[in-house]
């Protein structure tokens, strides 16, 4: 870390702090103190916490598929086999790049100054490309989590989901390709580190915040209602797709963490969100926002792949084979005649008399809940002890 020894306590010369100041609207320089590279410092050690924590995650993927081939030598099982082990894998791919950008702020903190450059520019992609798939795979995400478990639609739809993913890669390359490709200076100091410049508030607005915002009001939207889906307290007539009925629930659920893991998705992409959403807005309109406010919250978005890591394994640990292979049989692991096109893995849960839910063991370690679209099986679906619901 450099040592302040210039002028105001950063290490820039005359000409470079004066260039700092006055040149606001078109930033090529940002002269930090002492205490701002330390807050850097803090920035970097978020995302490689993050990174770490997605880093473990693909290994131990690695070690399921190794013991899945092991289990069963002959095939009859998929990494990805339902639409939520796709997106999963996509967001934990863009959390990579999201936290390898807030990890390149290493080089500003050491040396005491940020400047535009090729530097600059490659952080401000990597950043922008990350930022942007983290917060469109969490609405995709979300909104497939709602679907399925409401309407019983797209349990099995690898196809579709790959399309998602290609539609969802293209446009944030597009957006970041094109946007660098036609304005100069599109990355920039912004101010402490490198990101889209305060010149580019259409870009900044319709390349990342529009979709965090999104993504932030879907979650609570949606995530609340599964909530009480879980608590089997919401259901969708039968008759009419758009009609939902609440009613008081006689059975005793005691799946507190499958119904609160619905709570802790718009509440942790909240903690991550919100505040770096009110930093940048105030900095981009030019407002006199403490350096610290500013550390504060980047270091909370930074964190935001080490967040992911911990909701998946809390909610959705029976995604991308982290179920025992044990679990299952290699007629499991096959695909079924009798159930429906759609919902192909449906049938083999028609016996069961348990409520299930997302993929979770209660305190006492029965598992009534069924791995659902967070499972290894093409199904999500909750059972009542009355008539049984077909292909959710």
């Not at 040149?23 to 770490?52: D, K, M, R, V, Y």
């Not at 399309?163 to 490709?181: D, Q």
């Not at 009110?278 to 919250?297: D, E, I, T, Y």
Request: hydrophobic residues 45%.
């Amino acid at each position: 870390m450099s040592t302040p020894g210039g002028v105001n306590g950063t290490v820039c010369n005359t000409r470079q702090y004066q260039q700092y100041l006055l040149n606001t609207s078109h930033p090529t320089i940002t002269c930090l103190t002492h205490g701002q590279s330390i807050g850097l410092t803090l920035t970097a050690e978020a995302s490689f916490l993050s990174l770490a924590a997605v880093m473990a995650v693909l290994v131990l993927i690695v070690r399921n598929v190794l013991r899945y081939r092991r289990t069963f030598p002959n095939g009859g099982w998929k990494l990805l086999q339902v639409p939520a082990d796709i997106y999963m894998l996509s967001i934990f791919a863009y959390d990579i790049l999201q936290a390898l950008g807030g990890i390149l702020d290493v080089r500003w903190a050491h040396d005491g100054i940020v400047t535009a450059g090729p530097y600059c520019t490659a952080q401000g992609i990597i950043q922008q490309s990350g930022e942007l798939g983290v917060a469109l795979f969490t609405l995709i995400i979300t909104v497939h989590t709602f679907v399925v478990a409401l309407w019983k639609v797209g349990i099995g739809a690898r196809h579709f989901a790959f399309g998602i993913v290609a539609l969802a890669s293209l446009f944030v390359a597009l957006w970041v390709g094109i946007g660098n490709g036609i304005h100069k200076n599109f990355e920039s100091p912004t101010p402490y580190w490198c990101w889209i410049g305060p010149e580019y508030n259409a870009e900044r607005l319709g390349g990342e915040y529009v979709w965090i915002w999104i993504a932030l009001f879907a979650s609570v939207i949606m995530y609340i209602p599964l909530y009480f889906w879980t608590k089997g307290r919401l259901s969708v007539d039968p008759d009419k797709w758009y009609k939902f009925h609440l009613s008081e629930s006689d059975d005793e659920y005691p799946q507190r963490r499958a119904a609160l893991g619905m709570l802790f998705y718009p509440l942790g992409y909240s903690l991550v969100v919100l505040p770096l959403s009110v930093v940048r807005w105030s900095l981009s309109g030019h407002k006199n926002v403490p350096s610290a406010a500013a550390f504060f919250a980047v270091s909370m978005f930074n964190l935001s792949g080490a967040v992911n890591v911990l909701l998946f394994l809390i909610v959705r640990p029976r995604l991308l084979l982290f179920s025992p292979p044990e679990e299952f049989s290699e007629a499991e692991l096959g695909h079924p005649t009798n159930g429906s096109t759609i919902f192909p893995d449906t049938a083999k849960y028609s016996h069961s008399q348990q409520p299930t839910g997302i993929g979770l063991a209660d305190d006492a370690g029965d598992r009534a809940w069924s791995p659902m679209i967070d499972g290894n099986n093409v199904a999500l679906s909750r059972f009542d002890s009355g008539p049984k619901s077909e292909g959710i």
